[in-house]
């Protein structure tokens, strides 16, 4: 089944719920069990606390989309309504949503491993991807701006990164590209935003950039140790690309922003072949002293949450703007926006 705004492919039928779905479709329906199944999930109680939440918020309701076991939730606030993602036999291992919140990957690591693409107005699977790491199953996904393609970690005992183009309904990734085992376990991807042939995965010891096109995968591990700068680093944590195309941040538990800059060839002869994933570091900025657990960004702001449960606003040249310090958390596992205008301000919203 095809995207119904992809321009490459056909679009879906005018007569699909999907293509006829809005954000409030899911919860129109009543989520009355069916007389037909004995067994029907009509509530989920917890969460998997690994995988990101998702804040997929509108301006009249609280929605969020988290994981539990084998399930994904959509969970409306709001209404105290539930609607659940379900089609795996093993317990999700990773999720990822596009830029507007329509479309939902969720991935896992069993004997039988699945990549399956939702609509998330609808909550209907729109294409599934069967056997895509079938030695060790998905450990990180990541979904382009555009929400095209998607790109997985493997869990392999020599990990593969694979870059799929769902939208064509192949089951066969575009292009891949093998790990050496000296990398670490890779568990951190990310797409770049404004180039979608860019890619950063990090492990604890180890990031690495990549670029690719229709037939190869090439990538870079710079060196980066404590004699480079003669600096404690740190493990990574997270990485997001800078808005400054050549450049790329990186986050340690040293509570420091790695700063990564493309590597320019000597001559300008050599320029027509600069390859974007070829970095250094070129500098480590210390933030702050407790571990840096998450970094994104939104809008032209630079967002990190720490062990110490404080989040943290940076504007484009690393400047703090604002540091939420006062609210009780405990380490930061993750952190998501909402795309639309907050609620205006009244004792029931307490924005």
């Given at each position: 089944?095809?995207?119904?705004?992809?321009?490459?492919?056909?679009?879906?039928?005018?007569?699909?719920?999907?293509?006829?779905?809005?954000?409030?479709?899911?919860?129109?329906?009543?989520?009355?069990?069916?007389?037909?199944?004995?067994?029907?999930?009509?509530?989920?109680?917890?969460?998997?606390?690994?995988?990101?939440?998702?804040?997929?918020?509108?301006?009249?309701?609280?929605?969020?989309?988290?994981?539990?076991?084998?399930?994904?939730?959509?969970?409306?606030?709001?209404?105290?309504?539930?609607?659940?993602?379900?089609?795996?036999?093993?317990?999700?291992?990773?999720?990822?949503?596009?830029?507007?919140?329509?479309?939902?990957?969720?991935?896992?690591?069993?004997?039988?491993?699945?990549?399956?693409?939702w609509d998330s107005f609808s909550c209907v699977p729109v294409h599934t991807i069967f056997q895509s790491h079938p030695e060790g199953g998905v450990v990180a996904i990541a979904m382009s701006q555009n929400a095209k393609y998607l790109a997985t970690i493997g869990g392999e005992t020599v990990q593969k990164v694979c870059i799929w183009d769902w939208t064509t309904g192949s089951e066969t990734p575009v292009c891949a590209a093998e790990l050496k085992g000296e990398f670490g376990l890779q568990k951190y991807i990310i797409f770049n935003p404004q180039d979608?042939?860019?890619?950063?995965?990090?492990?604890?010891?180890?990031?690495?950039?990549?670029?690719?096109?229709?037939?190869?995968?090439?990538?870079?591990?710079?060196?980066?140790?404590?004699?480079?700068?003669?600096?404690?680093?740190?493990?990574?944590?997270?990485?997001?690309?800078?808005?400054?195309?050549?450049?790329?941040?990186?986050?340690?538990?040293?509570?420091?922003?790695?700063?990564?800059?493309?590597?320019?060839?000597?001559?300008?002869?050599?320029?027509?072949?600069?390859?974007?994933?070829?970095?250094?570091?070129?500098?480590?900025?210390?933030?702050?002293?407790?571990?840096?657990?998450?970094?994104?960004?939104?809008?032209?702001?630079?967002?990190?949450?720490?062990?110490?449960?404080?989040?943290?606003?940076?504007?484009?040249?690393?400047?703090?703007?604002?540091?939420?310090?006062?609210?009780?958390?405990?380490?930061?596992?993750?952190?998501?926006?909402?795309?639309?205008?907050?609620?205006?301000?009244?004792?029931?919203?307490?924005?």
């Amino acid at each position: 089944m095809k995207r119904p705004d992809s321009k490459e492919e056909t679009p879906i039928d005018e007569d699909s719920i999907i293509y006829t779905a809005t954000p409030r479709t899911a919860f129109e329906k009543e989520n009355t069990p069916p007389t037909d199944k004995p067994l029907n999930l009509v509530w989920s109680f917890g969460m998997n606390n690994n995988i990101p939440v998702y804040n997929l918020e509108d301006k009249e309701h609280q929605v969020l989309l988290y994981v539990c076991a084998h399930t994904a939730v959509i969970h409306d606030l709001t209404h105290n309504h539930q609607r659940h993602l379900q089609g795996h036999c093993s317990c999700i291992s990773c999720m990822c949503v596009s830029e507007d919140g329509r479309w939902v990957a969720t991935a896992d690591h069993g004997p039988e491993s699945l990549i399956i693409v939702w609509d998330s107005f609808s909550c209907v699977p729109v294409h599934t991807i069967f056997q895509s790491h079938p030695e060790g199953g998905v450990v990180a996904i990541a979904m382009s701006q555009n929400a095209k393609y998607l790109a997985t970690i493997g869990g392999e005992t020599v990990q593969k990164v694979c870059i799929w183009d769902w939208t064509t309904g192949s089951e066969t990734p575009v292009c891949a590209a093998e790990l050496k085992g000296e990398f670490g376990l890779q568990k951190y991807i990310i797409f770049n935003p404004q180039d979608h042939t860019q890619i950063i995965t990090n492990s604890d010891t180890q990031v690495i950039f990549y670029s690719w096109d229709n037939s190869t995968l090439e990538y870079a591990a710079p060196l980066l140790n404590n004699s480079t700068f003669n600096k404690v680093v740190g493990t990574f944590s997270q990485s997001v690309f800078h808005s400054v195309n050549v450049r790329a941040l990186t986050a340690t538990s040293a509570g420091k922003l790695v700063v990564w800059e493309t590597i320019n060839p000597p001559s300008i002869r050599e320029r027509a072949f600069i390859k974007p994933h070829n970095k250094k570091a070129l500098k480590l900025m210390h933030l702050q002293k407790d571990a840096i657990t998450v970094l994104t960004t939104h809008d032209r702001y630079y967002v990190t949450g720490g062990s110490r449960g404080h989040v943290k606003f940076y504007d484009q040249q690393l400047h703090l703007l604002n540091c939420y310090s006062h609210l009780n958390l405990t380490p930061i596992q993750s952190i998501s926006f909402s795309k639309s205008s907050p609620l205006p301000a009244s004792d029931k919203t307490k924005y």
